[in-house]
Nanobody
């Protein structure tokens, strides 16, 4: 079992930045690929980015060039640096851990989920 806790959400203006953190405990953090998802009210959870155990990164096109995923295995933490924020980025952001080597872009490829942190971007 892995426990994940997101933090760093809040209010930003369009064009601003936020840095989300996801702290892991329970199992060995470095054994898992990690991903970030978001979910707006009434919409499905959307994949954003993933990072493998070895540091290989994938981004969905809508955030490529604006968001950066990283991990610090010594701190058992994964990060999402969000720059050039847009109102359409408003959502609850979730981190997730995957036992698959590549992480993946589908919800069913992730085994553990955090509680989410709210990000609101004003225009």
């Amino acid at each position: 079992q892995v426990q994940l806790v997101e933090s760093g959400g809040g209010l930003a203006q369009a064009g601003g930045s936020l840095r989300l953190s996801c702290a892991a405990s329970g199992r060995t953090f470095s054994n898992y690929a990690m991903g970030w998802f978001r979910q707006a009210p009434g919409k499905e959870r959307e994949f954003l980015a993933s990072i493998t155990r070895s540091g290989i990164i994938y981004y969905v096109d809508s955030v490529k060039g604006r968001f950066t995923i990283s991990r610090d295995n010594a701190k058992n933490t994964v990060y999402l640096q969000m720059n050039s924020l847009k109102p359409e980025d408003t959502a609850v952001y979730y981190c997730a851990a995957s036992m698959t080597p590549w992480g993946g872009s589908s919800r069913n490829e992730y085994n553990y989920w955090g509680q989410g942190t709210q990000v609101t971007v004003s225009s």
